[in-house]
C-alpha cells in the first residue's frame, strides 16, 4: 500500500545544494507591514479597516493643527500616497 504523505520525518537542510538561508527575507519585509496591537487595542480596532481609518483620522488631525511646510504634500510625504477616494474629515467641536 503506498502512503499518502512522502514527507520525511526529518530533512537535512544542509546537506542539500543551492539552498540560501533568508534569500527572500528582504523583498518580504518589503512588502510586508504588519504591527502587532496590545489586546485592549486589538478590541477597539478589530479590523485592518478599523486600523487604517484611526491612523488617517490622527493623521488629519496633525495636518490640521500643524501649518503645512513648502513640499509636504510633495511626492514622498505620507499625505500624498493616500487614495484619491479618502476624504478628509470635517473638524469637530
Not at 503506498?2 to 543551492?18: I, L, Q, S, T
Not at 512588502?31 to 485592518?48: I, M, V
Not at 513640499?71 to 477616494?85: D, F, H, Y
Request: no cysteine; aromatic share 6%; charged share 30%.
Amino acid at each position: 500500500m503506498k502512503k499518502d504523505n512522502d514527507m520525511r520525518a526529518e530533512y537535512d537542510f544542509a546537506a542539500m545544494k543551492g539552498g540560501v538561508r533568508g534569500k527572500y527575507a528582504s523583498r518580504y519585509r518589503a512588502g510586508t507591514n504588519l504591527a502587532l496591537l496590545d489586546p485592549e487595542l486589538a478590541r477597539a480596532f478589530p479590523t485592518d479597516h478599523a486600523v487604517n481609518q484611526a491612523l488617517r483620522a490622527v493623521l488629519d488631525l496633525t495636518v490640521a493643527v500643524r501649518p503645512p511646510k513648502k513640499g509636504i504634500e510633495g511626492k514622498g510625504s505620507v499625505r500624498a500616497g493616500r487614495k484619491a477616494s479618502a476624504k478628509p474629515r470635517a473638524a469637530r467641536g
